[in-house]
């Protein structure tokens, strides 16, 4: 079963966490959802007749499609290492059988830090 299952929480602007979700796999049925799942995690797509069961939603997809950039940029020398972190990408986002590699031991909302970068105290003049 799955461990989350969409995005909720916005811990910096544009940036989310996944939400806690205890529960069976569900149908991908969103049509571009699925042409991401199929682009970039072929092995959980299945065989197109029907709705694969995911652990994850359009925006998660969308999440891990822009995610996914960068290290592209970085592995275009080895398409093999590439590939091999995007399935790492892919299971950890949209398995159906997440909760058989992750564990959630408990969860508490983000709580954003304090607007100053730094704490001063003020030094007492002689």
Not at 41 to 55: F, K, Q, V, Y
Not at 106 to 113: A, Q, R
């Amino acid at each position: 079963h799955c461990v989350w299952y969409g995005e909720c929480e916005e811990h910096t602007p544009g940036k989310f966490y996944n939400c806690f979700y205890n529960g069976t796999a569900k149908p991908l049925v969103d049509k571009e959802a699925r042409g991401i799942l199929e682009q970039l995690c072929p092995h959980l797509a299945g065989d197109g007749t029907s709705a694969p069961l995911t652990c994850c939603d359009i925006s998660q997809l969308k999440t891990l499609q822009d995610n996914l950039q960068v290290p592209q940029q970085a592995l275009m020398r080895c398409p093999s290492c590439y590939q091999n972190l995007v399935k790492l990408y892919c299971e950890s986002t949209c398995s159906p059988r997440m909760s058989d590699f992750i564990t959630v031991k408990s969860t508490s909302p983000y709580i954003p830090p304090t607007q100053t970068p730094f704490h001063t105290q003020a030094v007492p003049h002689n």
